[in-house]
T-cell receptor, first 111, second 117 residues
């Protein structure tokens, strides 16, 4: 079993839809959770960063962490074609340790 | 914000030759840099972690003699793929972490697509 599980998709939605992306994990030591967006043939860019359980909102993006269920989510409101990319969840136990990534979910937002 | 420059963005080399990839932190000092490998439609696979001035720590299964990592300064780390073979063709990405004790400053380079022919 992988430490971090993420549905690879692809996920196709119409423009303006609400998108829900999710990851589950097995390591209870993970406390820091990140979402990265990766466009084709580019490096990942950090979208959201959260610590422990709770919600965090930044513009059209909301990150949720439920440590009791070992489940994290990223919501994208009013999705745009420019949101089409692969979204990777990542997490670690802190202390500047290496990140453990999910496999990434490929999202396509269609006009 | 923090910027990491990775060069080259793509390279084609002949089998048996060596290729060097550079990763530079442009506006911060990177105490730790990470090197990843990514296959098409797959996630990032950590190859090694390098701290400035010390030997890199390689993940299990990664050949340290094949993938040479040098982190001689706080702003530069290099990955050299030695005696490259077609199976080394992949997308290589570096990441730099700013400071010590900070856990959120992981900035990625734009990646290098290596094709070995």
């Amino acid at each position: 079993q992988k430490e971090v599980e993420q549905d690879p998709g692809p996920l196709s939605v119409p423009e303006g839809a609400i998108v829900s992306l999710n990851c589950t994990y097995s390591n209870s030591a993970f406390q820091y959770f990140m979402w990265y967006r990766q466009y084709s043939r580019k490096g990942p860019e950090l979208l959201m960063y959260t610590y422990s359980s709770g919600n965090k909102e930044d513009g059209r993006f909301t990150a949720q962490v439920d440590k009791s269920s070992k489940y994290i989510s990223l919501f994208i409101r009013d999705s745009q074609p420019s949101d089409s990319a692969t979204y990777l969840c990542a997490m670690n136990a802190g202390g500047g340790n290496k990140l453990t990534f999910g496999t990434g979910t490929q999202l396509k937002v269609e006009l | 914000g923090a910027v990491v420059s990775q060069h080259p963005s793509w390279v084609i080399c002949k089998s048996g030759t060596s290729v060097k990839i550079e990763c530079r932190s442009l506006d911060f000092q990177a105490t730790t840099m990470f090197w990843y490998r990514q296959f098409p439609k797959q996630s990032l696979m950590l190859m090694a972690t390098s701290n400035e001035g010390s030997k890199a720590t390689y993940e299990q299964g990664v050949e340290k003699d094949k993938f040479l990592i040098n982190h001689a300064s706080l702003t530069l780390s290099t990955l050299t793929v030695t005696s490259a073979h077609p199976e080394d063709s992949s997308f290589y990405i570096c990441s730099a972490r700013e400071g010590t004790g900070l856990n959120y400053g992981y900035t990625f380079g734009s990646g290098t697509r290596l094709t070995v022919v």
